[in-house]
């Protein structure tokens, strides 16, 4: 009374096997979690090796850009709060309440939550520096440009943008990064 086992569609081996790789691409992304320092490092050397191909190759520099772009985007939005508080202050201002982060020690203590995650951040990141190495290898992508005109542009959007951020930090009181913070701790 053994009934034959139906034959697995290709859609389904293809799928299974898919599924499968993805589990273990996210097993690995789950270990490498706790490595913060050697992640970054790995993406710095990435990098590096990309703008290794740049500058021997002479070639593929709107890649670059596009990359540089990216990369600049990501890191505003890392910098940034969540919930950002010039906004919150505009809708309390519409609303007749007083918005803001606290001014006083009886006023609610609020952390600072990112808006991109240090890990998502990295992740787009070592992402987008691959898929840019991965352009590089088809001229389709190697546009002849004027390329200091592009370093030149680059460099004045990160200055304005850059600018604008730090004015939006100091006007609302807010530090994204936690060296220079008290730390409480144990007493020896």
Same mark, same amino acid.
């Given at each position: 009374?053994?009934?034959? #086992?139906? #034959?697995?569609?290709?859609?389904?081996?293809?799928?299974? =096997?898919?599924?499968?790789?993805?589990?273990?691409?996210?097993?690995?992304?789950?270990?490498?979690?706790?490595?913060? @320092?050697?992640?970054?490092?790995?993406?710095?050397?990435?990098?590096?090796?990309?703008?290794?191909?740049?500058? $021997?190759?002479?070639?593929?520099? $709107?890649?670059?850009?596009?990359?540089? $772009?990216?990369?600049?985007?990501? +890191?505003? @939005? +890392?910098?940034? *709060?969540? +919930?950002?508080?010039?906004?919150? =202050?505009? #809708?309390?201002? #519409?609303?007749? @309440? @007083?918005?803001?982060?606290?001014?006083?020690?009886?006023?609610?203590?609020?952390?600072?939550?990112?808006?991109?995650?240090?890990?998502? +951040?990295?992740?787009?990141?070592?992402?987008?520096?691959?898929?840019?190495?991965?352009?590089? !290898?088809?001229?389709?992508?190697?546009?002849? &440009?004027?390329?200091? &005109?592009?370093?030149?542009?680059?460099? $004045? !959007?990160?200055?304005?943008?850059?600018? %604008? =951020?730090? =004015?939006?930090?100091?006007?609302? %009181?807010?530090? *994204?990064?936690?060296?220079?913070?008290? %730390?409480?701790?144990? %007493?020896?």
């Amino acid at each position: 009374m053994d009934a034959p #086992e139906p #034959e697995q569609t290709p859609f389904a081996a293809i799928s299974s =096997q898919t599924s499968r790789f993805g589990r273990q691409y996210q097993a690995y992304l789950d270990k490498s979690t706790p490595f913060t @320092a050697y992640r970054w490092i790995g993406t710095g050397a990435l990098l590096l090796v990309f703008l290794l191909r740049i500058v $021997i190759s002479q070639g593929w520099y $709107i890649v670059c850009y596009a990359l540089g $772009i990216y990369l600049l985007n990501l +890191f505003l @939005a +890392f910098l940034q *709060p969540k +919930f950002d508080p010039s906004i919150e =202050q505009d #809708e309390g201002m #519409e609303d007749g @309440a @007083a918005g803001g982060l606290p001014t006083k020690q009886d006023e609610e203590f609020r952390p600072f939550i990112r808006r991109l995650p240090e890990f998502k +951040f990295w992740y787009s990141s070592t992402r987008a520096i691959a898929i840019g190495f991965f352009c590089t !290898l088809f001229e389709i992508f190697d546009i002849p &440009v004027f390329w200091p &005109v592009l370093v030149i542009y680059w460099f $004045i !959007l990160f200055t304005l943008t850059m600018r %604008r =951020q730090i =004015q939006h930090m100091i006007k609302y %009181r807010y530090i *994204p990064f936690t060296f220079g913070k008290t %730390r409480y701790g144990a %007493r020896k």
